[in-house]
């Protein structure tokens, strides 16, 4: 920051100065305007305001929209039909979806009552076939005369 302190004199510095250069500004293109000559020359329209002033001008006419074709009616009777058939398809869906639901119930009452029959058989077989021995069964002893249901003594 501070020159450095020496006897003699001051070194000479070399300085570059920088010029500006000028930019020249954009020149913007324009199409050249083509003259189009109206298909039909148009009334010239005076009005009269109320200050007495006379404005004479073009009357300027707005475009009119194409028009829009005009769609035929549907009658009530067609929708009316239209409506019931699909109202019809939909019952007889409804029925054919009632009529799986009714066989297919039908078949699963069939397979529980199948299936409880072969469980209590299967019981009852079980309760045949093993040897409890006295368990609940009547013991008759004929030489003794010994009947243990009814409590005959002999």
Known sequence: MYPDHTHGVPAQRAVEVHQPTPITPAVPVTAPLVPV?????????????????IVTGYAIEHPQPAPVAVKPAVSRTAVNVALGGVGFLAVCGGLLLLTSFIAALTAFITQLII???????GWIAVQIFTGTGDQGATTVHIRKAVFKRNHFHG
């Open 37 to 53: 000559q109206p298909g039909t020359v148009p009334a010239v329209a005076s009005i009269v305001l109320p200050d007495g002033r």
């Open 115 to 121: 299936l409880a029959a072969v469980i209590f058989g």
